[in-house]
């Protein structure tokens, strides 16, 4: 427990301790926000959909607890290059405990980024059906971090080099990001993008977000919290077998 | 303290190590060297439990690192070729990790700590970046960092890489003077002859993936009728120049530091 503590505790120091990155990291979600949610905010109306901020609020959120949760994983990929990964690998510690901390880490990492997004958006102007609808929000980004943070344990432990950090990022997240719903509703959509949008494990973080926040569902609150539930299980195993496998 | 049977390792086609067999006794300072290339770190990872061998055995302490991975791991500390510290932490912040992951209860964490620190000079920067530190004050950090949990066994690959003549000769005093005081035994790699020749009491020269000779300093020149440790090694491993494989490492650095660099400096 002492070895998960304290891999936590690094990932949480090493994010409070580089503040240009909390506001670098945080520019990305802001500009979605404002340039997207304003932007498209008229053509959305004209629609018939309502207010374009509302809608999209709650998958920026989802999207920026995806890329902090993953890029957390991901990052394993400096530690082996600057070394420090090799001594957490030779410590007497089982390899799972090592994987856990890092992960937790890196999920703690991302809810907090997705919090003070939330923040921005209220700041912006977004209003949740009900306050206490936050907590409950909180749920589904706690879920979507464990998630995210798990798959990219996972894929830190496999690549070795940026070019496949690039791979993964070009051909994973990007997707990920582009087909969950985050930016635009998943309905009426061709029928083979809807099977790749049904696929999209964060399609399922974002409508629970979006449900809780303003009572709009698509698969609805158990489905999205079974789906989440079984994919942190499913990445979390993957992880630690695929970390455990690490030969140097 | 250390034995290895008939170890073997091959990559694909490519076999880096060639059936090697060694002892090495408790609290005996032994050197293992070689040219680039000879096996030596190959070595060292399958002794430290980070790279399975194709073949033989390797006994710590009468532990088989491979199966008892945890058991061993606690039995050894390890400086590797390459830096491994955690340059966004503290000096003391990197001993007290590694001090939580190799079970030093916290008193002892606390004590030893402070002691090592003082020992190797770093206790006024305790509280400082390692990213701030210097090339010798970082080797220096991670071999008072391997000192830490009191291992049976140190593995010191090649750890005076890159230092000036004066944190050299610092160094290894450290060394001798704990592996005087603790008893630890040491298992080190280096290119310089001389340091090799000051501190082991024994000495192991691999080349090509076999070891081609080994015994005490003396007995290599003798062996070979040189008058150095530095000529012996040459009429031992020949004069020819070995390539190394480091270039892809070397720019993934870079365009990890430049990556970093657009991140705003993680």
Redesign the interface.
């Known amino acids: 427990m002492?070895?998960i503590?304290?891999?936590w505790l690094?990932e949480l120091?090493?994010y409070v301790?580089?503040r240009?990155?909390i506001?670098?990291?945080l520019g990305q979600p802001t500009l979605y926000l404002l340039a997207l949610g304003f932007g498209f905010g008229p053509v959305f109306q004209k629609a018939g959909q309502g207010n374009y901020l509302q809608f999209m609020a709650p998958g920026v959120v989802g999207m920026t607890v995806l890329f902090s949760s993953v890029f957390s994983g991901i990052?394993m990929?400096?530690d082996r290059?600057?070394?420090?990964?090799?001594?957490?690998?030779?410590?007497?510690?089982?390899r799972i405990y090592i994987m856990i901390g890092r992960t937790l880490g890196g999920a703690t990492v991302a809810m907090i980024q997705g919090g003070l997004i939330l923040i921005f958006c209220l700041i912006a102007g977004f209003r949740p059906q009900h306050w206490f609808a936050i907590p409950a929000a909180y749920l589904f980004v706690a879920m979507i971090a464990i998630v995210f943070a798990a798959l990219g344990t996972s894929i830190g432990s496999v690549i070795q080099?940026?070019q496949g950090f690039q791979l993964v990022m070009n051909f994973l997240v990007l997707p990920i990001f582009f087909l969950s719903g985050a930016l635009y509703p998943l309905t009426n959509l061709p029928k083979v993008m809807t099977w790749i949008t049904h696929a999209d494990p964060l399609a399922y973080g974002v409508d629970g977000l979006r449900g809780v926040l303003i009572s709009t569902w698509k698969f609805g609150f158990q489905m999205d919290l079974m789906v989440l539930t079984i994919l942190a299980v499913v990445f979390l195993s993957a992880g630690a077998w695929l970390f455990s496998r690490i030969?140097? | 303290m250390i034995r290895v049977d008939n170890l073997s390792k091959t990559f694909d086609k490519f076999t880096a190590v060639k059936g090697i067999s060694f002892e090495v006794g408790q609290g005996e300072i032994f050197a293992f060297l070689g040219p680039n290339g000879a096996g030596k770190t190959t070595t060292i990872?399958m002794l430290?439990?980070?790279?399975?061998p194709t073949s033989g055995t390797v006994e710590l302490d009468g532990l088989d690192p491979w199966k008892k991975?945890?058991?061993?791991?606690?039995r050894f500390g390890?400086v590797?070729q390459?830096?491994?510290?955690?340059?966004?932490?503290t000096a003391y912040?990197n001993m007290?990790?590694?001090g939580?992951?190799?079970?030093v209860p916290r008193k002892v964490r606390t004590i030893r700590i402070e002691q090592l620190l003082k020992t190797f000079e770093l206790w006024e920067r305790k509280d400082d970046y390692v990213k701030t530190f210097s090339g010798g004050m970082k080797r220096r950090l991670e071999i008072a960092r391997g000192f830490l949990h009191t291992p049976k066994i140190l593995f010191l690959d090649e750890p005076t890489l890159g230092l000036d003549p004066q944190s050299r000769n610092q160094l290894w005093t450290h060394v001798k003077n704990l592996n005087a005081a603790e008893k630890t035994t040491v298992f080190l790699t280096t290119h310089y002859m001389d340091e090799a020749d000051r501190v082991a009491h024994r000495i192991a020269i691999m080349d090509h993936g076999t070891i081609v000779a080994q015994g005490t300093s003396a007995q290599l020149k003798e062996q070979t009728g040189k008058e150095s440790l530095e000529g012996a090694f040459l009429a031992l491993t020949g004069t020819s120049l070995r390539d190394e494989a480091a270039s892809?490492k070397d720019q993934?650095?870079q365009?990890?530091a430049a990556?970093?660099g657009n991140?705003?400096?993680?």
């Open positions: 002492a070895a503590y304290i891999l690094r120091k090493r301790r580089s240009v990155q506001v670098v990291s990052a990929l400096f290059q600057f070394g420090f990964l090799k001594e957490t690998l030779v410590a007497p510690v089982p080099d940026m030969q140097l | 990872k430290t439990t980070l790279l399975k991975q945890n058991e061993a791991r606690q390890i590797f390459d830096p491994s510290l955690d340059a966004e932490q912040e007290e990790l590694h939580v992951l190799y079970h892809s993934m650095r365009f990890a990556f970093r991140r705003g400096g993680r």
